[in-house]
């Protein structure tokens, strides 16, 4: 059962801001447990673990002396260590005055260095590991595609005919010998724009010719979330029967006719579990990363085609799929940091930063795309909390690893007035990123 069935009675609105903070609390735990988990193993001691601000609603003090809440505005959340004056881990003079030596080191201000740096860094790290943690159970719970091209399940269409079935392992397409997925792929891409095309399978032991759907037909394999396609109603699965009245054979086709059509409506014909209806939408003007590096604006409207089936899987080993993860962790941050570079550089446009509200949308939608685009989601957020959480501005934690490096170099700490200052600065550059955000989330189409 997907969220789709299980909130289908909720309004959109009220179904935007759940998800959204479901998906929140849950980055914001692993991040804030990252600091605590670590701050106890140096010894660093917590008195409160807070999910949310504001009024508490339900607390608990464990057996360690750490009170853990959940508070009313559940837009965030905190730990406070021994010696801290608030959330943000500035310096209670008296409270810590009175303590002992012993007690001081149990302190985030009295603790070596080492202990304090490693405590800061873990939150963000964390974040990264929920990354991981994600797109692990995504390879291991769905697996991998086989080394060859076999069927594993064959997705619904309006095509009629003799076709491909489960099981079938396909060794030639178009007479062009496909023994494993890249010839696969490099044989469709030499395929012309039919809606038919000829296949030469393996079945039952014996070779079989055949005629099938094309392996790339206008199927919609993804609706992007915040896009036209998604306002718009498409889903996954819809099969694209004609675009203004021009029909369609291969999802190839789509890119350039919403291209050249720009910024005027479409009216797309599709097929949907064996009815046709019609559905408008105008494209919107986007900037893409190219896979040789930097972006490229073109006009879309969020789709994402797939094959006409879905290939046979395997279930990856402990080594391959950490090793799948972490190279889906590392393209995933450098596409944000290169992101970031050229909307600092002004190659792309400013509304690629979306606020919070903008964030809550993209979860609400990808709530409603079910299970596996919902936690994609959340995995890519994680990654940019922490991305976002090791930028040198004081208040965030990599302003914190920048007082310890400067700790670490000169052998004593920012004076307190120094501190004052630099956190005050960051503060305003934080809430004016904050509101620039959320003026993007309200003007930006």
């Known amino acids: 059962m997907d969220f789709s069935t299980i909130f289908s009675t909720l309004g959109g609105g009220l179904w935007t801001i759940a998800f959204f903070i479901i998906a929140l609390s849950i980055i914001v735990f692993i991040h804030e447990y990252g600091h605590y988990i670590v701050g106890r193993w140096s010894g660093i001691h917590a008195e409160v673990f807070s999910i949310g601000f504001g009024p508490v609603l339900v607390a608990r003090t464990d057996r360690c002396g750490t009170k ?11 730990v406070k260590f021994m010696g ?15 303590l002992s030596a012993e007690e001081r080191r149990h302190t ?8 304090r740096a490693a405590t800061v860094a873990a939150g963000p ?60 792929s490099t044989a469709m891409d030499g395929l012309p724009a039919v809606p038919e095309v000829d296949y030469r399978v393996i079945r039952n032991g014996q070779e079989i010719d055949l005629k099938g759907p094309h392996p790339l037909p206008p199927l919609v394999g993804q609706v992007h979330p915040l896009s036209a396609a998604g306002d718009a109603g498409l889903k996954a699965g819809d099969v694209i029967l ?31 579990e064996g009815a046709q209806e019609d559905v408008t939408l105008t494209p919107r003007r986007r900037d893409l990363p190219k896979a040789e590096g930097g972006f490229e604006t ?36 450098v596409t944000s940091m290169s992101g970031l570079w050229h909307i600092v550089t002004g190659a792309i446009s400013t509304c690629n930063i979306s606020g919070p509200i903008g964030m809550a949308d993209m979860m609400g939608e990808a709530a409603r795309g079910g299970v596996e685009e919902f936690f994609t989601r959340l995995a890519v957020l994680s990654l940019g909390i922490g991305i976002l959480n090791l930028f040198p501005i004081p208040v965030l934690d990599g302003g914190h690893l920048v007082f310890h490096a400067y700790e670490a170099v000169t052998g004593r700490p920012p004076s307190e007035r120094a501190m004052r200052i ?15 955000a959320i003026s993007n989330d309200l003007f930006c189409t």
């Not at 801290?84 to 009175?98: E, F, H, I, K, L």
């Not at 409207?301 to 799929?321: D, H, K, N, S």
């Open 68 to 78: 853990w809440q959940i508070a009313a505005i559940p837009f965030g959340g905190y």
């Open 298 to 333: 073109r006009w879309l409207i969020g789709l994402t085609g797939g094959l006409v089936f879905e290939p046979a899987t395997r279930t990856p080993g402990p080594v391959e799929a950490m090793r799948l993860a972490l190279t889906q962790t590392w393209d995933l941050a």
């Open 125 to 184: 790290i964390f974040n990264f590991l929920l990354t991981i943690a994600v797109f692990l159970g995504f390879l291991w719970t769905m697996g991998i595609a086989t080394d060859e091209p076999v069927v594993g399940k064959l997705k619904p269409t309006p095509y009629v005919g003799e076709t491909i079935r489960p099981g079938d392992r396909i060794i030639a397409l178009a007479g062009q010998p496909t023994p494993d997925f890249e010839a696969f």
């Open 84 to 98: 801290d004056a608030n959330a943000a881990s500035g310096v209670d003079g008296d409270a810590m005055a009175g």
């Open 242 to 272: 004609a675009v203004d009245g021009r029909a369609v054979a291969t999802f190839a086709e789509l890119p350039a006719i919403v291209e050249a059509t720009g910024d005027k409506p479409l009216t797309l014909t599709i097929w949907r």
């Open 422 to 436: 630099l956190m005050t600065a960051g503060l305003a550059l934080l809430l004016s990123f904050m509101l620039f």
């Open 108 to 115: 985030m201000h009295g603790a070596p260095l080492w202990a």
